[in-house]
């Protein structure tokens, strides 16, 4: 089974080369998806007695902490995506005067 942070690093690392931090966090929410998915997979493992109890509850702990890290950032880039005023051509730059 791949591990956890594996998977997720990886799409972190093609989400960071992302022009925009729209990109980033549409690769931070498949990020999330994935983690799900291996969820499920740990899940079955265990009801399937592929993984001791203790093998399942320590993968679903590695879980749970990336699953908050990732959800941490993703609610702070979609507030600070919120927070930024949308730029108009009526509105003079900082460079004119």
Sequence with gaps: ???VYEVTRTF???????????????FLCHAR???FEIE???ILAGKLDYL????RDGLMERISEVG???NGV??????R???QPLATSNQPSATSH
Excluded: P
Excluded at 12 to 26: H, I, K, N, P, V
Excluded at 52 to 55: A, G, H, K, P, Y
């Design 12 to 26: 972190l690392a093609d989400g960071q080369g992302r022009a925009s931090s729209g990109e980033f966090l549409q």
């Design 52 to 55: 001791s109890d203790e093998q």
């Design 81 to 83: 995506k919120q927070q």
């Design 40 to 42: 499920t997979q740990i």
């Design 33 to 35: 998806g994935s983690l």
């Design 68 to 70: 908050r890290i990732l």
């Design 1 to 3: 089974m791949t591990d």
């Design 74 to 79: 993703i609610s702070s880039l979609q507030k």
